[in-house]
């Protein structure tokens, strides 16, 4: 029986979180433009987000599908604004989803690693439903993490600024007590639910990481498929624009703004989904920015005040905005910004990032070389990757790991956000390579997913779960 007739059955379980949602989505509709049939299990709140991309997949033939869960009355999750921290429960999900197994049994559910409660429910059903794990991260960082874990550099070292070397890796990569997670219980969890599972998705590629990919895989006895990187499955304009929700600025404005500019000539910056920057922080970015001179696009998150309320005005220099705009020199985008659409397009040369790992692809990507400003989660080890292994990037010199529910401060001054701005976009020799260089990484990037070491993953795991059908019809 061929695929078309009897398709491996797929269920994705996304969290609720921009950052994990928006991958898993790519992920589910990437398997189905494979042949699998996919199913997304989602609640009718969250659904409002992706379902127009859905439809659109449909509409092209691919067999794809929404399943929302019923939620216990007056019980809600995250809002749908993309900003639901990793420690969000989820678990009124629990039951629902048991139900919606037993009654539907797929080939094989993939679920993301922040519903905690997922993997034990999941495996005390004793269905035999390969249940695969996808954490949102890449290699690297799950290899950095491990040793650290396990072989404790960060005890050996006498203050939070002394740098440590990460043993076993297969480069020299250096890191600071002050820049790992204060918390890890989220890392307990990613290990736990990866012990007894199926596999592990990773959305990354091969030949972008292939020494850790090697040591994900045989020092840490993972077994993965990598099949990234899936934001290169959103292919029609209409989906780079409402990926994750609707910009907040129309995608006609921002398009026909970045062709009036120079090829390469604009900085991107944006720190992502859950960003909540201070007011002085802002000012500092701004300042920077003036005196560095160079065309931009930034996404300003949410601005928090000290009493951790939200702070709607007085983040910007006075007329900076009002400049900035008459100049056309600078775009200020509150809110969401249709990220690909901005990152693909050839005036953008340069990424300011926080280093999550969707906005690390993403960059990668689309050839764009960044300056990295790591702030929370694994993003100071996506930075060393990109600096240090990839050598696509400047660090800003973002030095402390702060957490979600924490207070933001103002961590990096407007002299080294002028200096890191002006190394990356001013054109010097050093500049030019690392735009070369990630021009070819982008380049290898569309080559794994178009039939490449990617695509070759991805039918290797439905190959994998046909197989199991046959065998246990
Ligand atoms: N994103 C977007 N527009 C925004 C902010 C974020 O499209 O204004 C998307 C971005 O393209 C990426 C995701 O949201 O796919 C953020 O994920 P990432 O891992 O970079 O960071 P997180 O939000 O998890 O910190």
């Known amino acids: 029986m061929d695929s078309k007739s009897h398709p491996v059955e797929m269920f994705f379980f996304p969290y609720v979180g921009g950052g994990h949602q928006i991958p898993m989505i790519d992920l589910a509709r990437m398997f189905a433009a494979h042949g699998a049939k996919s199913t997304i299990i989602s609640t009718a709140k969250h659904t409002l987000s992706f379902q127009k991309s859905i439809l659109r997949d449909q509409q092209s033939g691919h067999q794809i599908f929404i399943q929302t869960l019923q939620l216990p009355d007056n019980v809600d999750i995250a809002d749908t604004d993309m900003s639901a921290p990793p420690q969000t429960d989820t678990s009124m999900l629990q039951e629902p989803l048991k139900s919606l197994l037993l009654q539907c049994q797929p080939d094989c559910i993939v679920h993301d690693v922040f519903h905690r409660w997922a993997a034990d429910a999941i495996d005390n059903l004793e269905l035999d439903i390969p249940r695969i794990v996808f954490t949102g991260n890449g290699c690297f960082s799950n290899c950095a993490r491990e040793n650290i874990t396990k072989f404790k550099p960060d005890e050996m070292v006498g203050s939070d600024y002394e740098p440590f070397v990460v043993p076993g890796l297969?480069?020299?990569?250096?890191?600071?007590?002050?820049?790992?997670?204060?918390?890890?219980?989220?890392?307990?969890?990613?290990?736990?639910?990866?012990?007894?599972?199926?596999?592990?998705?990773?959305?990354?590629?091969?030949?972008?990481?292939?020494?850790?990919?090697?040591?994900?895989?045989?020092?840490?006895?993972?077994?993965?498929?990598?099949?990234?990187?899936?934001?290169?499955?959103?292919?029609?304009?209409?989906?780079?624009?409402?990926?994750?929700?609707?910009?907040?600025?129309?995608?006609?404005?921002?398009?026909?703004?970045?062709?009036?500019?120079?090829?390469?000539?604009?900085?991107?910056?944006?720190?992502?989904?859950?960003?909540?920057?201070?007011?002085?922080?802002?000012?500092?970015?701004?300042?920077?920015?003036?005196?560095?001179?160079?065309p931009f696009i930034w996404v300003v998150g949410k601005v928090f005040k000290a009493n951790g309320k939200e702070k709607l005005e007085n983040w910007l220099p006075r007329g900076f905005e009002e400049e900035m705009t008459e100049s056309r020199k600078g775009l200020i985008i509150r809110g969401w910004a249709p990220q690909l659409l901005i990152l693909e397009h050839s005036s953008v040369g340069g990424f300011m990032t926080h280093c999550g790992w969707n906005s690390t692809l993403e960059g990668v990507s689309c050839g764009v070389p960044m300056i990295t400003w790591p702030m929370?989660?694994?993003?100071?080890?996506?930075?060393?990757?990109?600096?240090?292994?990839?050598?696509?990037?400047?660090?800003?010199?973002?030095?402390?790991?702060?957490?979600?529910?924490?207070?933001?401060?103002?961590?990096?001054?407007?002299?080294?956000?002028?200096?890191?701005?002006?190394?990356?976009?001013?054109?010097?020799?050093?500049?030019?390579?690392?735009?070369?260089?990630?021009?070819?990484?982008?380049?290898?990037?569309?080559?794994?997913?178009?039939?490449?070491?990617?695509?070759?993953?991805?039918?290797?795991?439905?190959?994998?779960?046909?197989?199991?059908?046959?065998?246990?019809?």
């Not at 600096?387 to 924490?406: A, P």
Request: net charge positive.
């Open 376 to 473: 929370s989660a694994e993003q100071f080890y996506n930075e060393k990757l990109i600096t240090d292994v990839l050598k696509i990037g400047f660090k800003v010199g973002s030095l402390d790991w702060l957490s979600w529910n924490m207070e933001p401060r103002a961590a990096v001054g407007r002299d080294k956000v002028e200096e890191a701005v002006k190394r990356l976009m001013g054109g010097g020799e050093e500049a030019v390579e690392k735009r070369n260089k990630a021009r070819q990484i982008g380049e290898m990037a569309k080559r794994a997913v178009e039939g490449g070491s990617s695509y070759k993953d991805a039918i290797a795991l439905i190959k994998e779960l046909k197989d199991r059908q046959k065998t246990n019809p």
């Open 170 to 294: 297969p480069d020299r990569i250096e890191l600071t007590r002050s820049q790992l997670p204060v918390f890890r219980v989220i890392q307990q969890h990613m290990r736990k639910s990866q012990e007894k599972c199926f596999g592990v998705v990773v959305n990354s590629f091969y030949e972008l990481e292939p020494a850790y990919v090697e040591y994900f895989k045989k020092e840490l006895g993972n077994k993965a498929w990598l099949i990234g990187p899936v934001s290169l499955y959103n292919r029609n304009i209409a989906d780079k624009a409402e990926r994750g929700k609707k910009g907040s600025i129309d995608e006609q404005s921002i398009l026909s703004w970045l062709d009036s500019k120079e090829p390469h000539s604009v900085l991107y910056i944006s720190f992502g989904s859950l960003a909540r920057l201070a007011p002085e922080q802002l000012l500092e970015i701004a300042y920077g920015l003036l005196a560095s001179n160079q």
